[in-house]
């Protein structure tokens, strides 16, 4: 199949989604921080309650909770207020896969699953090379296991991609299976961000094709220009680990190095607190960006005045109409 080189408007896919879960609410598109070992000088119980306080949704890695672990996986659920928040938990084969370690097993993740007071979680996702035969058959048998053990919280079956028979015949399974998630790693949809908007648009229009409101997750996609063309795709929520490693810069939307937070002239509350320590003020002021920049994408698709919003961004070829 060739690439088109232009995504018309009529297509445009971004929708305003309410997710109910263990008695609380989240508007989407949103997007989760992760927090992960491989990334983070603090321990990620420390990271986890520090983002409570200015964050919600989050994300944690069952592996790292697991190795952090000395009395058992559990994260309290008492600390910063997490019970009041939404967590989603990762399978810990990014962690896993990170440190080689052929230790991090099913049966593991599914022991942190089930003491953790997590409302999301992936399933224990199967990569390519995992499987000499029937990658198909084993994603979807790893998924309904996932599913299986833990009913309460939502489970989020992780497709990785390889062709796209593949990944449309599992779609039509998990649809029919009821689940209510799909998430996909961002750098599996393409190489070009065109190619992986046109895969999203064509994810969108399968699902919506099968009376189906699964929500679509972008696995490790932080950046906020992606993030407004999968929206505009019709991707739903997000995750990655930017908001620890880089500035974002509201007035283009562009990620600027770590050391850099001056020369963004951001006037927000924590770029003004001298008390605060350089590493909390580039969270702090990368997750108020976020949220922001979230709300005014969920009031200009409501308001019905999205493209314009998106136009302020992003220019042609990609979008013409
Ligand atoms: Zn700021």
Same mark, same amino acid.
């Given at each position: 199949?060739?690439?088109?080189?232009?995504?018309?408007?009529?297509?445009?896919?971004?929708?305003?989604?309410?997710?109910?879960?263990?008695?609380?609410?989240?508007?989407?598109?949103?997007?989760?921080?992760?927090?992960?070992?491989?990334?983070?000088?603090?321990?990620?119980?420390?990271?986890?309650?520090?983002?409570?306080?200015?964050?919600?949704?989050?994300?944690?890695?069952?592996?790292?909770?697991?190795?952090?672990?000395?009395?058992?996986?559990?994260?309290?659920?008492?600390?910063?207020?997490?019970?009041?928040?939404?967590?989603?938990?990762?399978?810990?084969?990014?962690?896993?896969?990170?440190?080689?370690?052929?230790?991090?097993?099913?049966?593991?993740?599914?022991?942190?699953?089930?003491?953790?007071?997590?409302?999301?979680?992936?399933?224990?996702?199967?990569?390519?090379?995992?499987?000499?035969?029937?990658?198909?058959?084993?994603?979807?048998? *790893? =998924? +309904? %296991?996932?599913? /299986?053990?833990?009913?309460? &919280?939502?489970? #989020?079956?992780? @497709?990785?991609?390889?062709?796209?028979?593949?990944?449309?015949?599992?779609?039509?399974?998990?649809?029919?299976?009821?689940?209510?998630?799909?998430?996909?790693?961002?750098?599996?949809?393409?190489?070009?961000?065109?190619?992986?908007?046109?895969?999203?648009? *064509? =994810? +969108? %229009?399968?699902? /919506?094709?099968?009376?189906? &409101?699964?929500? #679509?997750?972008? @696995?490790?996609?932080?950046?906020?220009?992606?993030?407004?063309?999968?929206?505009?795709?019709?991707?739903?929520?997000?995750?990655?680990?930017?908001?620890?490693?880089?500035?974002?810069?509201?007035?283009?939307?562009?990620?600027?190095?770590?050391?850099?937070?001056?020369?963004?002239?951001?006037?927000?509350?924590?770029?003004? &607190?001298?008390?605060?320590?350089?590493?909390?003020?580039?969270?702090?002021?990368?997750?108020?960006?976020?949220?922001?920049?979230?709300?005014?994408?969920?009031?200009?698709?409501?308001?019905?005045?999205?493209?314009?919003?998106?136009?302020?961004?992003?220019?042609?070829?990609?979008?013409?109409?």
């Amino acid at each position: 199949m060739g690439v088109a080189t232009r995504i018309n408007k009529s297509v445009a896919e971004s929708r305003v989604n309410t997710i109910n879960v263990n008695g609380k609410s989240i508007l989407t598109p949103c997007y989760f921080p992760s927090v992960s070992s491989c990334t983070t000088m603090y321990s990620t119980r420390d990271l986890t309650k520090l983002l409570c306080q200015h964050s919600k949704p989050l994300l944690t890695s069952a592996y790292d909770l697991y190795a952090e672990s000395t009395d058992g996986a559990s994260l309290d659920i008492q600390e910063g207020n997490l019970s009041s928040n939404i967590l989603l938990l990762d399978s810990g084969r990014y962690e896993s896969s990170w440190y080689k370690d052929t230790s991090w097993t099913f049966e593991r993740y599914r022991d942190v699953v089930q003491q953790t007071p997590c409302d999301f979680y992936t399933s224990f996702d199967v990569f390519p090379g995992d499987v000499q035969d029937n990658f198909e058959q084993e994603t979807i048998n *790893q =998924i +309904r %296991q996932s599913f /299986d053990f833990q009913r309460d &919280n939502i489970c #989020i079956p992780i @497709l990785h991609l390889t062709t796209d028979d593949t990944l449309f015949s599992t779609l039509d399974v998990i649809t029919k299976d009821g689940f209510q998630f799909v998430a996909l790693p961002e750098r599996e949809l393409g190489d070009t961000i065109l190619e992986r908007c046109i895969k999203m648009c *064509q =994810i +969108r %229009q399968f699902l /919506d094709s099968k009376n189906s &409101n699964v929500l #679509i997750h972008v @696995l490790g996609c932080g950046h906020p220009v992606s993030l407004l063309y999968y929206i505009f795709a019709g991707a739903d929520t997000f995750d990655s680990l930017d908001w620890q490693k880089v500035v974002f810069d509201s007035s283009d939307l562009s990620f600027r190095d770590y050391s850099h937070l001056l020369l963004a002239k951001c006037p927000c509350c924590y770029c003004r &607190n001298d008390a605060l320590p350089y590493v909390h003020k580039v969270y702090l002021h990368n997750l108020l960006f976020i949220k922001q920049f979230l709300n005014d994408i969920i009031l200009s698709i409501r308001n019905d005045t999205f493209e314009t919003f998106l136009k302020r961004y992003i220019t042609p070829p990609i979008l013409t109409g």
